[in-house]
Nanobody, 125 residues
Framework: QVQLVESGGGLVQAGASLRLSCSAS????????MAWFRQAPGKEREFVAA????????NYAYSLKDRFTISRDNAKNTVYLQMNSLKPEDTAVYYC??????????????????WGQGTQVTVSS
């Protein structure tokens, strides 16, 4: 049974950094694209970043690429999202997603098959 478990969210002040983690279990994820999405209250879920597990290819939302970095640790079966210079508009629930049939160019949430439960990130001004 595939499980994606996010952690690392919290309440921070504007300008701070956070690193989110997504621990994946249940099968091998070597062929998967792992992605981060976020959803603010009253808004649609939006793409943040994605990485192809076996070749490190990445893709970012254009507006976030200078502040956010996605990476993965093969030994720990974990994907990370490093978020720097956080802004109040980054406040959202952040979700981890996975799918073995996609590439990091896939930015539509409905295309991803597996999802975590989300972790709340709140940035105060």
């Amino acid at each position: 049974q595939v499980q994606l478990v996010e952690s690392g969210g919290g309440l921070v002040q504007a300008g701070a950094s956070l690193r989110l983690s997504c621990s994946a279990s249940g099968r091998t994820f070597r062929s998967d694209t792992m992605a981060w999405f976020r959803q603010a209250p009253g808004k649609e879920r939006e793409f943040v970043a994605a990485i192809k597990w076996y070749n490190f290819n990445t893709n970012y939302a254009y507006s976030l690429k200078d502040r956010f970095t996605i990476s993965r640790d093969n030994a720990k079966n974990t994907v990370y999202l490093q978020m720097n210079s956080l802004k109040p508009e980054d406040t959202a629930v952040y979700y981890c997603a996975a799918d073995p049939a996609l590439t990091p160019a896939t930015t539509e949430a409905h295309e991803y098959h597996y999802w975590g439960q989300g972790t709340q990130v709140t940035v105060s001004s």
